[in-house]
């Protein structure tokens, strides 16, 4: 790989006499981005004893992979140390508008979640689910040997009187599901989801209803349990989309801060030459080709 330097004079200034008595402060050597103002404000205020244009040694250099650590843990925070403070805040906003959606709705989701398995306990029954299973096993083509064994006490909870669980899936082989144990997530689910088990709503009539007739209370439960369900899929969107914010904020942190050095550089090429008896100022321009 070779490599060219074209090295390019923009701008030689007049000769000025140099004062050694001037004393001079770095933070207060502001640059405007204009070479030719920039020579002369570096020239007036230049003091051979505090050289002002030792780019390792500028206090506002800023560092890309702080500023992309700095985001990646918190948004905008990155953007706040190099001072893009407006993108700052946007990216701010963007991570607490997504924390807070994310909060609220996975909230939303556990309360509508606890009001339709509070539901289901009220309204469906394994074991009026059970009997319908015991005393229709002809016509359901139950196979032999099912027999699903009911404690006595109806005082207990319906999933508390059945006295194997394994006896209710024994029953349930020539059928697409079988009842997981009570309180699962699927237990839950499939009680609403499929007609095989509306026999146990409370409002199935087993004198007038089919096996697969889907009663109306069914139905209000899915829309109960789909209104959880879209709760916690936003819930879900937003904590996506708070990892895609950190990484957008860290690789923006990143791309800024490297701007705001490479700006920085640019500003700080102005070189001064050492004669006889003056000093001169000149701004350059570093072009660089590879090929």
Known sequence: MKSIFFYL???????????????????????????????????????????????????????????????????????????????AAIFF???????????????????????????????????KYSNYLNDHKNELG????????????????????????????????????????????QYYELIGKYNQYSSGWITFDPATDGFRDVPQIMLDYSKMRGDANDAYNVASKAVIGLYINHLLSAIDAVWSASTYNKNLAINMRVQNIQLADRIELVPTLNISYNF
């Not at 390792?56 to 702080?66: E, M």
């Not at 997504?98 to 394994?126: C, H, M, P, R």
């Not at 404690?151 to 079988?178: A, M, Q, V």
């Open 142 to 185: 139950i196979p032999e040997g099912c027999n699903i064994n009911i404690t006595g006490d109806p005082n207990l909870p319906p999933w508390e009187r059945i006295e194997n669980w394994n006896e209710i899936n024994f029953c349930e082989r020539g059928f697409s599901h079988k009842l997981p144990p009570y309180g699962e997530q």
């Open 9 to 87: 004079c923009i701008l030689t200034f007049s000769i000025v006499s140099f004062s050694p008595a001037q004393d001079i402060k770095q933070e207060d050597f502001v640059l405007t981005g204009n070479l030719l103002a920039d020579s002369k404000l570096a020239f007036n205020r230049y003091d051979s004893s505090q050289p002002v244009f030792a780019f390792d040694d500028i206090p506002d250099k800023k560092s890309p992979l702080l500023a992309g650590v700095m985001s990646a843990v918190l948004p905008g925070s990155g953007e706040f140390y190099v001072g893009e403070y407006i993108k």
């Open 93 to 127: 906003a963007v991570e607490a508008a997504l924390i807070t959606t994310a909060v609220v709705y996975d909230n939303k989701g556990d309360d509508q979640t606890a009001e339709f398995q509070a539901f289901a306990d009220n309204n469906w029954s394994v074991v």
